[in-house]
C-alpha cells in the first residue's frame, strides 16, 4: 500500500481513536476522561468519513459529541461535585481484567486476520453517493421504518424512564 | 485503509471498552465503556457495510444510526440511574453498591 | 416468502399498535386521575391488554395459510409469534393484576408504571417476531431499557435503585456484547435478514470464507444478549440481586414474561438462523448450549438452597427453570420445541402464582423472608395450599403441572441421546425440592410466630385460583399438549 | 378313619386351645378351663389307642395340596405307621398325665387358665408334628412345639431368670432349626417335594433311592446332617444343649411333659423319621453327637445340687444315648429307648415336682402372698446354677421318704428304670438294646469309632445309674437337712400322685403293652449306609435282606428276624449276635458299679463327696461349670453378635454415611483447594451430608454473587472467553 | 369400572373432608372411615370375584388420556395387584381407626391428606400404563411428606424431606428410565406406554427393548427408583427415621404398604419387562442376578442386625421391615415359582404383619409417651392382652411356622435356594437373629419384673383392639391356608417366570 496522504491522515485517526481510548480507560481524572472519549468519539467519525458515511459521521458528531458527552459532562458534575474527580481503581482488578482484555482482543484479532472473507478488501478509492436522501429513503419509506417507529417508542420510554427515576422527589 | 484494519481498530476499541467496564470502579467510567462498545460495533456494522455488502447496500449504516440512538437513549437511562444512585448511596462506586448479595 | 411492504403489513400489525395507543392512553388518562387509590389506569391498561389479545387472535385467524413476514421481513407472523404474544399479554395481565394488590408502588406514578409495562409488552411481542438483526436489537432493548426502569421503580428505596443500576450496566454490557456479535455476524453474511443468514451462513462456511472460531465467538457474543435476558449461566449473575431488588410485580413479571421472550428471541435465532448441519459441524453450538443448560440449572438450585429471602430464592429457582427450558432449546426437534412451549405456559402459571403468594404475604407481614412463612397454614391455609401447589408444581411432582412439562422435556431430550442432561436436570429437580420444601416445612410444619389469621379478599383467592387450577390441570387433563404441533420456526 | 381319628386328635387341643384364647381375649377366663384342657387330652388319648389298630400294612400317607406353585406343590398330610402310633400314644399319655398332675402342682397361680392354654397349644403342635408326613408339617410343629416351650418356660417371666431361660431355649433350638430349615432346602432343591412318602408323587425316601452311589452321597450327608441340626437344637444335644438346663425355669409339669418326654424327644423322632437319607458319614455323626451329649451332660449332672437340674442333665444324657442309637443304626433301640425315657422320666420330673410341690407349698404358709409378688420365692434364681432355689436344692433335703411314701417309691422305680436295673424296669432293656446296637455296629464293621462310641456309652449308662442314686439318697434317705422344711413337706395331693403312680406302673416293662408285640417296630431301609471304606466289611447284616419296602410297620413275618427290635422278649434274639449278650452283661455291671459308688458316697457316706471334689479340682470345676459351654457362648457368640449388630448400626451410623462423607469431604477439600476455605461442620447422616455439600456447594456459588457489578461482568467477560477457549479446544 | 371406583372412592371422600367444616372432627373422621370402607369392600369383591385360573388382567379399563403421548388411563388387576390392593384397602380403615385419637391437630386435613395418599396407592396396584404407574406412585410422595413432617415426632421435619428427597432421587432415575422405555418402544406415533405392550415387545426378538443392553441399563434405572422404595440396601436410611418419626398409622401404611410399591414395581416391571437385565451376563454368569440376591442378603443380615442394636422400639421395628423385605427380594431373584411365589406372599404377610408392629409400638407409645426398650420391662403382667398380640406379632415377624410370615420366608428362602445356594444359607442367619431381636424385646418390654412407672399403665382398649385383630386373625389364617392369597396369584406368577425365561432352574 502506497503511502498517500490520505493514508496518512486515516491513520492519523486510527490513531487518535485508540490513543485516546486508551486515555478514557486510563486516566484517572474522570473529567480527562471524558475529554478523552471526546476525542475518540471524534476520531471515529471521522473514521466513518473514510468509510464514506458522511450522515453518519454527522450523527456521529451531533449525538454522540453533542448530545451523550454532554450528558456524561452533567453526570460527572451532578455526581461527583463533592468529591475527588479520580476514579477509583485496583490493582487486582486491573490485572485481571487486563488478562481478559487482552486475552479477548487475542481472539478477535485472530478471527479478523484469518477470515478469508475479510481479507484483501482493501478501499479502492472509488467514491459513493453520499448517503443521506437514501438512509432517508430507507427509514421512513422503507424497509427500516418498523425499526424507526420502535426507536421512537424506545427514545420516549427512555425519555419518560429517565426523568422518572433521575427526579429528586415525586409530584405531589 | 483494508477492511482489516477498520476492523482491527473497532476490535481494539471494544476491549478497551470492555477493560473500562470491568476495571474502572466508577459507575460514569463504565458508562464510557459501554459507549466505546457501542462505538465499536457501529464502526464495525459501517466497515462491512462498506467492504462486504454491495456498494448500494448501506444497511450496516443505518444499523449504526440505529445503534447510535440507542445508545443515546441507554446512557440517558444510565445517567438518570447513576443519579437514583447517587442520591441513595452518596456514591457511584459500583463496588459500594452491593446490598443485594449472596 | 414473500415479504409485505409496509402499508400491507400494518393491518397485521394491529396489536403492537393497540399496545402503543393504550400506552398513550394510560399515560393521558393518568393526567385526569386525581385520586390517588383510583386503579382507572390499571384498568384501562387491562382493556388494553383484552383488546390486543382479541387482535392477537385475529390476527391469528390470518396466518392459517401460512406465516407471514411483515414490514420487509423485519418481523415475522406466524403461530409461534402469536403463541408468545398470548403468552406474554397473560404475563403482563398478571402482573398488572398482582400490581392492584402490591403495596410497594408508589400509587401517584401509575400512569408511567402502566405506560411501561405496556411498552415492554410491546418490545417482548417484537422479540418474539423479529427475524432482523436490527429489529432483533431494537427489541431487545426495548425491553431492556424499559425493565431498567421498571425494575427501578421504587422511589426511595435503595434496593431498587441497586438493581436498576446493576441491571442496566449488566445489561449494556450484555448488549452491547451482542451487538458486537451481530456486527461478526453482519459482516460474514453480508445480510441483517435472518432467513437469508441461514442460508447464506453455510455457503460462506462450505467455502472456508469465513472461519469456526469467528462463527464461535459470534455465536458466544450474541448468547451473551440473549442468555442475559432468560438469565442462563455465565450471564445469569445480575438476577438474583435485581429480583431482590425490584418490584415483587416486576419481579414475577422479569421471571415469567422477560424469560419468555427471550426464549422465543432465541429459539427464533438458533432455530431459524442455524440449524443447518454445516454450521453445527463447525461449531456445536447444541453441545455449548447443553452445556450451558446443565450449568444454569445447576448452579441456579444450589445457590437457592441457602436463601433465606424468598423472593431472591425464586429468583435462582427462575434461573434455574431457564436451565430446564434451555434443555429443551438444544435439541432442535419438534419434540424440543413442543416441550418448551408446553413448558413456558405451565411455567408462566405456577411461577406466577408463587410469586403473587409472595406478594401476599409481603403485603401482610411486610417481610420476603422465609421466616414469615411459618405457620402460614394456620394463619392463611388456603392460601398455603396454593403455595405448595405452586412449589410442588415447580419441583415437578405429579400431579401439578410442572411435572408433566418437565416429562415432555427430558422425553425430548432423551429422545435425542442426551441421557446426561437428562440426568443432570433430574438430579437437579430433586436438589429443588430441597429448597421448595424449606418454603413448605415454614408453612406447614412450624408453629407461626403470631397466631393472627391473614385476611385475604374474595378477589384474592379469585386471582389465587387462576393459577391454582391450570396448575393442577394443565398436566391431567388433555387439552394443552397437541399445540405445539402446529408451531413450527 | 385314620383321618377322622387323627382330626380328632389334632383339634381337641386345638380347640381347646382357642377356647383358652378367645376367652382370655374377651377377658372371660375361668379357674376350671383345667379340665377342658384335659378332657381334649383324654379324647386324644384315646382316639390314639384306637388308632393302634388303624395301623394299615402298607401305609400311605393322607395328603392335601396346601400350596400349588405352578409346578411345584406342597402338600400337607397325616402318615400313619406303628412309630407315629407309638409316639401318638406316649405323647397323649403323658400330656394327660401332666395336665392332671398340673391341676395340683398349678393350683392357684395367677395365670392357671393361661399354663392349660398352652399345655394344649404345645400338644396340638406335639401331634402335629408326629403326624405330619412331610417335612414341612414337621417343620411347622417343630417350632410351634418351640413356641409353646418358649411360653411355657417364661411363664412365670416376672422372674428374670425365667425371662432370660425362655428367650435363650427359643434361640438356641432357633439356630438347630435353622439348620434343619437348610437342609430341607437342599432336599427340596433336588427333589423338588418335602413329602416324605409316596403319595401321588414319589416322595422323598423313594427319590433319595436314585442317588444310591451317584457320587451325591457328600451331598446328602451334609443335608442328613443338617437336618440333624434342629434335631441336635430341639434335642439338647452338645453343643446346643445348655438350653435345656435352664429350661427348668418352667413350672415342673412343662418340664415332665416338654423337657423330658416329648419335645426333647422330638428330635430322636425326627432322626428316626430321616433314616433313610442318612448316609454312613451322616449316621457317623449323629452317633458322635449322641455319644458326646450322653457322657458330657452324665457328668455334669453328677454335680448339680438343683433337682431339676440333675435331671434336665440325664435327660440331654439320654437323649444322647437315643441319638447315638440312631446314629448307629439301633433304629428301634432308639425310639424304644424314647418311649421308656418318655415315661420314667416324665415320673422323675413329676416326682420331683412333688418334692417341689411340698417344699413350696411349705413356703406358701409363710408367705401368704403366693404369686402376683414379683418377689416371691420363684424369683430368688440363679445363674447357671449358681445360686438354686430353696425348694429345689437337694442339699435342702433327705429323708422324705417316710413324708411322702408315694413319691418315693415313684422316683425310685423310675430311677431303677434309668440305671438300667435289670430285667424289670424298661430302662434296662431299652438302653441294653443301645449298647448292644453300638457293640454289634462296632463289631461288624470293626470300626474303631463304633468301639470307642461304645466306650463312651457304657460310662455314660454308669454314670447315669450313679447321678441318679445320688439324688435318691440325697432327697429320700439320710437324715433331713433343713427341719423347718422337712416339717412342713407332705404327700402331695391325689392328682398329683396318681398320675405318678401311672407312670411307674409303665416303666415296668412288663405292663407296658407297647413293646409286647414282639416286630412291632421294623426299621426303614436305610439306603445310603455302607461301612466306611477301611472297615472291614462283614457279610451283611439281617437289617437289610428281608424287606426293601419302606413300611414302617413291621408286618409280623417271619424274615424280621433281625437282631434290633422289640425289648421285651429280646433275648431270643441276642444270640444271633455276641454283641448283645457282651452289652448286657456290660451294662449289668457298670449300672451296679455307679449305683455302688452312689450308696458308698451319699448314703453309707463312706467316702467324702468333697474330698474327691477336692482332690480332682479341675475335673470339678469342668463338670460344675458345664465345660463352661454357657460361657463360651456368652462370651463369644453373643458378645459377638451384640458386637457385630453394634456395628452394624455403629456402621449405618459411620460406614454408610461415612463414606458418603468421605467422598463429601474429598469432594469438599478439592473444592476448597480451589476456594481456599470452607466450614468444618460436624455431619453425620447420608442426606445430611449431601445436602451439606450442595448447601456447600449452593454456598460457594452465593459467594460468588458478591454485590459489586463488577464481578459479575467478569464472570460474563471470563465466561465468553472460557466459551470460546474451551469449545476451540475442543 | 369398579376398579375405578375403587381408586377414585378416596378421592372423592378427600374433596367431601375438605368441604366439611373443620370443627366437625368426628363427623370428618366418620366420613374419612366411611370412604375408606368402600374401597375395602370393593377390594374384598376383587377378591373374591377375581378368575384365579386367568393370567390376563382383569376388570380392565383403558381409556385415552394423552392422546398425543398414547398414554391411556389403563388399570386392571392381575392376580399380583389384587392382592396388594387388598392389602392396601384393608389397612386404610384400620389407619383411620387407628388414628381416631391420635392425632390431635388438624384431623380435617389429616385425613384428606390420607383419602389421597389412598387413591394414589391403589392406583398405583391398578395402573397398566407406564405413565400412569408413575403419576401414582408419585401421588403418594405429597401426603406422605405432609403427614410424617406435620403430624410427626421431634425429628419430624428431617425425616420427611429426608423421605421425600430419597424416594424422589429414584423415582427420577425411573423416569429416565421410563422415557427411554417409551421412546424405544416403536416409531414416533407408535410409542407407547402400556404396559402389557411394552412386556410383549420386550420380549419380542429382534425389537429394540429386547437388546440386552438396553435392558440391562432400564432396569438399573427402574431398580434404583424401586431400591429406594423397599429399601435395598444403601438407599435404607431414610425408612427408620421416616418410621421413627412418622404417626402410628402413618408408619403402617408406610411399612405396610409403601414398601411393597418398591417390590411390586420390581415384580412388574423390572422382572416382567426387563427379563433380560437380569438374565445371564455374559457367558452363564448370573452377575445381575447374583447381585440382586446379594442385596436380599445384606438387607436380610443388615437389617437384623441393625434391628438387633436398636433400642427404640419403633426403629428395631423399621429395621425388622429392612430384614423381611430382603427376603422379598431373595425370592424375587430366585426367578422361579416357589422364590417368586413366596416373594410375593412375603410382601402381602409382612403387610400385615409389620402394620400389627406398628400399631402395637403406637399403643405402648401412646400410654408411656416414650419408645425406649429399655424402659419398660414387666408390662406382660399389667397388659396380658396386649403381650399376648404383641407376642403373636412378634412370632409372626420372626417367621414362626403356623404364622402367616413363615410361608413366604419359607418359600422365597426354597426359591432363592434352587438358585444361590451360599447366600440363602446365609440368610438364614437372619431368621436367628430375627428371633433374637424379637425375643429379646418381647423379654424387655413385657418380661420380669414390672417397671414401677407403669403400675397403672391401661390395657389396650378397645379401639386398638379393633384395629388389630383382623390382622391377628389374618396372620393366622394366612399361616394355616396361604393358599387364599398363592392362589391368587400363582396363575400370574407361573407366567411371570416363563417370561423372564429362566426354564432351567425353574422350581
Not at chain 3, 108 to 116: I, M, S, T
Not at chain 4, 654 to 679: E, K, L, Q
Not at chain 5, 200 to 216: K, R, V
Request: net charge negative; glycine share 8%; charged share 10%.
Amino acid at each position: 500500500m502506497e503511502i498517500t496522504l490520505k493514508t496518512l491522515i486515516f491513520y492519523g485517526f486510527a490513531l487518535m481513536t485508540i490513543g485516546s481510548a486508551l486515555a478514557v480507560v486510563t486516566v484517572r481524572n474522570i473529567v480527562h476522561a471524558a475529554f478523552a472519549l471526546m476525542v475518540t468519539l471524534f476520531g471515529v467519525a471521522g473514521l466513518y468519513v473514510f468509510l464514506q458515511a458522511d450522515f453518519l459521521a454527522a450523527t456521529q458528531v451531533i449525538v454522540y459529541v453533542g448530545g451523550i458527552l454532554v450528558l456524561i459532562l452533567f453526570g460527572v458534575m451532578m455526581t461527583s461535585g463533592r468529591l475527588q474527580m479520580r476514579i477509583h481503581i485496583e490493582r487486582g482488578q486491573l490485572l485481571l481484567g487486563g488478562g481478559i482484555t487482552i486475552a479477548l482482543l487475542m481472539l478477535l484479532l485472530t478471527v479478523i486476520a484469518n477470515t478469508p472473507r475479510w481479507k484483501n478488501l482493501s478501499d479502492d478509492g472509488t467514491e459513493f453517493a453520499p448517503t443521506t436522501s437514501r438512509i432517508g429513503e430507507l427509514i421512513l419509506n422503507e424497509h427500516f421504518l418498523l425499526p424507526f417507529e420502535i426507536a421512537s417508542v424506545l427514545l420516549l420510554v427512555a425519555l419518560i424512564g429517565a426523568a422518572l427515576i433521575s427526579r429528586k422527589e415525586v409530584r405531589d | 485503509m483494508t477492511l482489516q484494519h477498520y476492523l482491527v481498530i473497532s476490535a481494539i476499541l471494544f476491549s478497551l471498552g470492555i477493560f473500562a467496564v470491568l476495571t474502572r470502579r466508577n459507575a460514569i467510567s463504565i458508562l464510557m465503556g459501554i459507549e466505546l462498545i457501542l462505538n465499536s460495533c457501529n464502526l464495525n456494522f459501517v466497515a462491512f457495510s462498506r467492504f462486504v455488502t454491495p456498494p448500494e447496500n448501506i444497511d450496516g449504516q443505518i444499523i449504526a444510526i440505529f445503534g447510535i440512538v440507542l445508545a443515546a437513549a441507554e446512557a440517558a437511562v444510565f445517567l438518570a440511574i447513576i443519579l437514583a444512585i447517587y442520591r441513595e448511596f452518596g456514591s457511584i462506586r459500583p463496588d459500594e453498591v452491593d446490598t443485594l448479595k449472596g | 416468502m414473500d415479504y409485505k411492504n409496509n402499508i400491507e403489513s400494518i393491518l397485521y400489525f394491529t396489536p403492537e399498535i393497540l399496545l402503543i395507543v393504550f400506552a398513550a392512553a394510560v399515560i393521558i388518562l393518568d393526567l385526569f386521575v386525581k385520586n390517588r387509590g383510583s386503579q382507572k389506569v390499571a384498568y384501562l391498561s387491562l382493556i388494553g391488554l383484552g383488546f390486543t389479545l382479541v387482535a392477537i387472535l385475529i390476527t391469528n385467524s390470518t396466518i392459517a395459510d401460512g406465516p407471514l413476514s411483515l414490514f420487509w421481513g423485519m418481523i415475522r407472523l406466524d403461530k409461534f409469534a402469536v403463541f408468545f404474544k398470548v403468552l406474554l399479554v397473560l404475563a403482563t395481565a398478571a402482573t398488572i393484576l398482582f400490581s392492584l394488590r402490591s403495596e410497594e408502588l408508589d400509587e401517584r406514578l401509575k400512569g408511567e408504571y402502566h405506560a411501561l409495562l405496556l411498552a415492554v409488552t410491546l418490545g417482548m411481542f417484537l422479540m418474539a417476531s423479529s427475524t432482523n438483526l436490527l429489529m432483533i436489537f431494537i427489541s431487545l432493548e426495548t425491553v431492556s431499557l424499559t425493565s431498567y426502569i421498571l425494575a427501578g421503580f421504587l422511589t426511595h428505596s435503595p434496593r431498587s435503585s441497586e438493581a436498576a443500576f446493576k441491571y442496566i450496566t449488566y445489561g449494556a454490557v450484555a448488549s452491547g456484547t451482542m451487538l458486537f456479535g451481530l456486527s461478526l455476524l453482519f459482516g460474514m453474511t453480508g445480510t441483517g435478514d435472518l432467513a437469508e443468514i441461514s442460508q447464506r451462513l453455510p455457503e460462506v462456511l462450505a467455502a472456508g470464507d469465513v472461519t469456526g472460531l469467528g462463527l464461535l465467538i459470534s455465536i458466544t457474543f450474541i448468547l451473551a444478549g440473549i442468555g442475559y435476558k432468560i438469565a442462563s449461566v455465565p450471564f445469569h449473575m445480575w438476577s438474583p440481586d435485581v429480583y431482590e431488588g425490584a418490584p415483587i410485580p416486576i419481579t414475577a413479571f422479569l421471571s415469567v414474561a422477560s424469560k419468555a421472550a427471550g426464549f422465543a428471541l432465541f429459539l427464533r435465532f438458533f432455530y431459524s438462523g442455524f440449524q443447518d448441519e454445516g454450521i453445527l459441524q463447525t461449531v456445536d453450538w447444541g453441545f455449548l448450549l447443553a452445556v450451558v443448560s446443565a450449568l444454569t440449572m445447576t448452579i441456579g438450585n444450589l445457590a437457592a438452597l441457602p436463601q433465606q429471602n424468598v423472593k431472591r430464592l425464586l429468583a435462582y429457582s427462575s434461573i434455574s427453570h431457564g436451565g430446564y427450558l434451555l434443555m429443551g432449546g438444544v435439541l432442535l426437534t419438534p419434540e424440543g420445541l413442543g416441550a418448551i412451549l408446553f413448558y413456558l405456559v405451565v411455567y408462566l402459571f405456577m411461577n406466577l402464582g408463587a410469586f403473587y403468594v409472595v406478594v401476599l404475604i409481603a403485603n401482610e407481614s411486610g417481610s420476603e423472608m422465609i421466616e414469615s412463612y411459618r405457620g402460614l397454614s394456620s394463619r392463611a391455609p388456603l392460601v398455603a395450599v396454593a403455595m405448595f401447589i405452586f412449589l410442588f408444581s415447580l419441583t415437578g411432582i405429579p400431579p401439578f403441572a410442572g411435572f408433566f412439562g418437565k416429562w415432555l422435556l427430558f422425553t425430548a431430550v432423551i429422545s435425542k441421546g442426551l441421557y446426561w442432561l437428562a440426568f443432570i436436570g433430574l438430579l437437579n429437580s430433586v436438589v429443588s425440592l430441597y429448597y421448595y420444601a424449606r418454603i413448605i416445612k415454614a408453612m406447614y410444619f412450624e408453629s407461626p410466630d403470631e397466631d393472627e389469621s391473614f385476611s385475604f379478599s374474595n378477589s384474592t383467592f379469585a386471582l389465587l385460583s387462576v393459577f391454582v387450577i391450570p396448575t393442577i390441570f394443565i398436566g391431567i387433563l388433555n387439552i394443552l399438549y397437541n399445540f405445539s404441533d402446529k408451531i413450527t420456526l | 378313619m385314620v383321618v377322622l381319628l387323627i382330626s380328632i386328635i389334632l383339634l381337641a387341643p386345638l380347640t381347646a386351645f382357642a377356647i383358652h384364647a378367645l376367652l382370655g381375649l374377651a377377658k372371660q377366663g375361668f379357674p376350671r378351663q383345667d379340665i377342658l384342657s384335659t378332657f381334649a387330652m383324654l379324647v386324644a388319648f384315646i382316639c390314639s389307642i384306637l388308632l393302634f389298630w388303624q395301623i394299615a400294612p402298607d401305609p400311605k400317607p393322607h395328603t392335601i395340596d396346601w400350596i400349588s406353585l405352578g409346578s411345584i406343590t406342597f402338600s400337607m398330610g397325616f402318615y400313619l405307621d406303628s412309630v407315629t402310633v407309638i409316639m401318638l400314644i406316649v405323647v397323649t399319655l403323658v400330656s394327660s398325665l401332666v395336665h392332671i398332675f398340673s391341676i395340683g402342682y398349678m393350683h392357684g397361680d395367677p395365670r392357671y387358665p393361661r399354663f392349660f392354654a398352652f399345655l394344649s397349644l404345645f400338644s396340638f403342635s406335639m401331634l402335629f408334628l408326629v403326624v405330619s408326613d412331610n417335612l414341612l408339617g414337621i417343620y411347622i410343629g417343630w417350632e410351634l412345639v418351640g413356641l409353646c416351650s418358649y411360653l411355657l418356660i417364661g411363664f412365670w417371666f416376672e422372674k428374670d431368670s425365667a425371662a432370660d431361660a425362655c428367650k435363650k431355649a427359643f434361640l438356641t433350638t432357633r439356630v438347630g432349626d435353622v439348620g434343619m430349615f437348610v437342609g430341607m432346602m437342599m432336599l427340596f432343591t433336588r427333589f423338588k417335594t418335602l413329602s416324605l412318602y409316596d403319595g401321588a408323587d414319589a416322595g422323598i425316601f423313594t427319590l433319595v433311592e436314585g442317588l444310591s452311589g451317584t457320587g451325591d452321597m457328600i451331598w446328602l450327608s451334609i443335608a442328613g446332617v443338617l437336618i440333624f441340626c434342629g434335631a441336635v437344637g430341639k434335642s439338647a444335644q452338645v453343643p446346643l444343649h445348655t438350653w435345656l438346663p435352664d429350661a427348668m425355669e418352667g413350672p415342673t409339669p412343662v418340664s415332665a411333659l416338654i423337657h423330658a418326654a416329648t419335645m426333647v424327644a422330638a428330635g430322636v423322632y425326627l432322626t428316626a423319621r430321616m433314616f433313610p437319607i442318612l448316609t454312613t458319614s451322616s449316621s457317623l455323626v449323629i452317633a458322635y453327637v449322641g455319644g458326646i451329649t450322653a457322657i458330657v451332660a452324665a457328668t455334669i449332672a453328677i454335680v448339680r445340687f438343683d433337682i431339676k437340674r440333675v435331671l434336665a442333665y440325664s435327660t440331654v444324657s439320654q437323649l444322647g444315648f437315643m441319638m447315638l442309637a440312631i446314629g448307629v443304626g439301633s433304629y428301634v433301640a432308639g425310639l424304644f429307648h424314647l418311649t421308656t425315657h418318655a415315661f420314667f422320666k416324665a415320673l422323675l420330673f413329676l416326682g420331683s415336682g412333688s418334692v417341689i410341690h411340698a417344699f413350696h407349698a411349705m413356703h406358701s404358709h409363710h408367705d401368704e402372698e403366693h404369686s402376683d409378688d414379683g418377689e416371691h420365692d420363684h424369683g430368688l434364681i440363679h445363674e447357671h446354677g449358681s445360686e438354686i432355689p430353696p425348694d429345689q436344692d437337694m442339699r435342702n433335703m433327705g429323708g422324705l421318704r417316710r413324708k411322702m411314701p408315694l413319691t418315693f417309691i415313684t422316683m425310685l422305680i423310675a430311677t431303677l428304670s434309668i440305671s438300667g436295673v435289670p430285667f424289670i424296669f424298661s430302662g434296662f432293656w431299652s438302653k441294653d438294646k443301645i449298647l448292644g446296637g453300638v457293640l454289634e455296629r462296632a463289631m461288624e464293621w470293626n470300626s474303631i469309632h463304633h468301639y470307642i462310641l461304645f466306650v463312651v456309652a457304657l460310662i455314660a449308662a454308669g454314670i447315669t445309674a450313679f447321678y441318679m442314686f445320688r439324688l435318691i439318697f440325697m432327697t429320700f434317705f439320710g437324715v433331713p437337712q433343713n427341719q423347718e422344711m422337712h416339717e412342713m413337706a407332705h404327700e402331695s395331693p391325689w392328682v398329683m400322685t396318681v398320675p405318678l403312680l401311672v407312670l411307674a406302673f409303665l416303666s415296668i416293662p412288663v405292663v407296658n403293652p407297647l413293646w409286647f408285640n414282639k416286630d412291632y417296630v421294623k426299621p426303614p431301609e436305610q439306603h445310603h449306609i455302607h461301612a466306611p471304606e477301611h472297615a472291614q466289611v462283614l457279610p451283611d447284616s439281617k437289617t437289610r435282606n428281608s424287606d426293601f419296602s419302606f413300611a414302617f410297620l413291621g408286618v409280623s413275618d417271619a424274615h424280621a428276624a433281625e437282631g434290633e427290635e422289640d425289648g421285651h422278649a429280646a433275648d431270643a434274639h441276642h444270640a444271633h449276635s455276641p454283641a448283645h449278650s457282651i452289652a448286657m452283661i456290660l451294662s449289668i455291671i457298670v449300672a451296679g458299679v455307679g449305683i455302688l459308688l452312689s450308696w458308698l458316697f451319699y448314703h453309707k457316706r463312706r467316702f467324702s463327696a468333697e474330698a474327691v471334689s477336692t482332690a480332682f479340682r479341675p475335673v470339678y470345676n469342668l463338670f460344675w461349670n458345664k465345660y463352661y459351654f454357657d460361657e463360651f457362648y456368652d462370651g463369644v457368640l453373643v458378645a459377638l453378635t451384640v458386637w457385630k449388630s453394634r456395628l452394624f448400626a455403629q456402621f449405618d451410623g459411620s460406614i454408610v454415611d461415612g463414606i458418603v462423607n468421605g467422598v463429601g469431604t474429598v469432594t469438599r477439600d478439592v473444592f476448597a483447594a480451589f476456594t481456599g476455605f470452607f466450614d468444618n461442620s460436624v455431619v453425620d447422616g447420608l442426606v445430611n451430608r449431601i445436602a451439606e455439600i450442595t448447601w456447600a456447594a449452593g454456598g460457594r456459588i452465593r459467594r460468588l454473587q458478591t454485590g459489586a457489578i463488577q464481578t459479575y461482568l467478569f464472570v460474563v467477560v471470563g465466561g465468553i472467553v472460557l466459551i470460546i477457549l474451551i469449545f476451540r479446544v475442543l | 369400572m369398579l376398579l375405578s371406583l375403587m381408586i377414585f372412592v378416596p378421592l372423592l371422600g378427600m374433596v367431601v373432608v375438605l368441604l366439611l367444616p373443620r370443627e366437625s372432627e368426628e363427623l370428618i373422621k366418620r366420613v374419612t372411615l366411611l370412604f375408606t370402607f368402600i374401597p375395602l369392600i370393593l377390594a374384598v369383591y376383587l377378591f373374591i370375584a377375581y378368575d384365579r385360573s386367568s393370567i390376563s388382567s382383569q376388570y380392565m379399563v383403558n381409556i385415552s388420556w394423552i392422546e398425543k403421548f398414547n398414554i391411556n388411563y389403563h388399570v386392571g388387576i392381575d392376580g399380583l395387584s389384587v392382592t396388594l390392593i387388598l392389602l392396601t384397602a384393608l389397612l386404610g380403615p384400620i389407619c383411620v381407626i387407628a388414628s381416631w385419637r391420635n392425632i390431635e391437630k388438624g384431623i380435617k386435613a389429616y385425613m384428606a391428606l390420607f383419602l389421597m395418599l389412598e387413591t394414589g396407592m391403589l392406583g398405583f396396584f391398578a395402573a397398566l400404563d407406564l405413565f400412569l404407574f408413575y403419576v401414582f406412585f408419585e401421588l403418594t410422595l405429597l401426603p406422605m411428606y405432609f403427614l410424617i413432617g406435620v403430624w410427626g415426632g421431634p425429628r419430624r421435619e428431617y425425616a420427611a424431606i429426608k423421605f421425600f428427597l430419597y424416594t424422589l432421587f429414584g423415582s427420577v432415575l425411573m423416569l429416565v428410565a421410563m422415557i427411554a422405555v417409551y421412546l424405544t418402544s416403536g416409531d414416533p406415533g407408535s410409542r407407547t406406554f402400556d404396559i402389557p405392550t411394552l412386556i410383549t415387545l420386550a420380549s419380542t426378538e429382534g425389537h429394540a427393548l429386547n437388546d440386552l443392553n438396553f435392558q440391562i441399563w432400564v432396569f438399573l434405572g427402574f431398580f434404583i427408583g424401586f431400591a429406594v422404595k423397599v429399601p435395598i440396601f444403601p438407599f435404607h436410611t431414610w425408612l427408620p427415621d421416616a418410621h421413627v418419626e412418622a404417626p402410628t398409622a402413618i408408619s403402617v401404611i408406610l411399612a405396610g404398604v409403601l414398601l411393597k410399591m418398591g417390590t411390586y414395581g420390581l415384580v412388574r416391571i423390572n422382572m416382567a419387562m426387563f427379563p433380560l437385565g437380569l438374565d445371564r451376563f455374559t457367558n452363564g454368569s448370573d452377575f445381575w442376578g447374583y447381585s440382586l440376591a446379594l442385596l436380599g442378603f445384606i438387607n436380610i443380615v443388615y437389617g437384623s442386625f441393625c434391628a438387633l442394636a436398636q433400642t427404640d422400639f419403633k426403629k428395631l421395628v423399621a429395621y425388622s421391615s429392612i430384614g423381611h423385605m430382603g427376603f422379598v427380594i431373595l425370592g424375587l431373584a430366585a426367578r422361579n415359582d416357589t422364590g417368586v411365589s413366596g416373594a410375593i406372599l412375603q410382601m402381602f404377610n409382612h403387610g400385615v404383619i409389620s402394620a400389627m408392629l406398628f400399631l402395637l409400638v403406637g399403643v405402648l407409645y401412646d400410654r408411656a409417651h416414650h419408645r425406649e426398650i429399655n424402659g419398660f420391662g414387666g408390662l406382660g403382667n399389667k397388659m396380658p392382652i396386649y403381650t399376648g398380640i404383641t407376642t403373636l406379632a412378634f412370632m409372626a415377624s420372626l417367621g414362626l411356622p403356623g404364622l402367616s410370615g413363615f410361608v413366604g420366608e419359607a418359600l422365597a428362602l426354597l426359591g432363592a435356594y434352587a438358585k444361590y445356594k451360599t447366600l440363602t444359607i446365609l440368610s438364614t442367619i437372619g431368621i436367628v437373629i430375627g428371633a433374637a431381636y424379637f425375643l429379646w424385646t418381647l423379654q424387655r418390654v413385657f418380661l420380669g419384673a414390672l417397671n414401677p412407672d407403669y403400675e397403672d399403665i391401661p390395657e389396650i382398649n378397645g379401639r386398638e383392639i379393633l384395629t388389630l385383630v383382623p390382622l391377628g386373625i389374618l396372620t393366622i389364617v394366612l399361616g394355616v391356608f396361604p393358599h387364599i392369597v398363592i392362589d391368587m396369584f400363582s396363575v400370574s406368577v407361573t407366567e411371570l417366570t416363563k417370561v423372564m425365561g429362566t426354564f432351567e432352574a425353574n422350581l
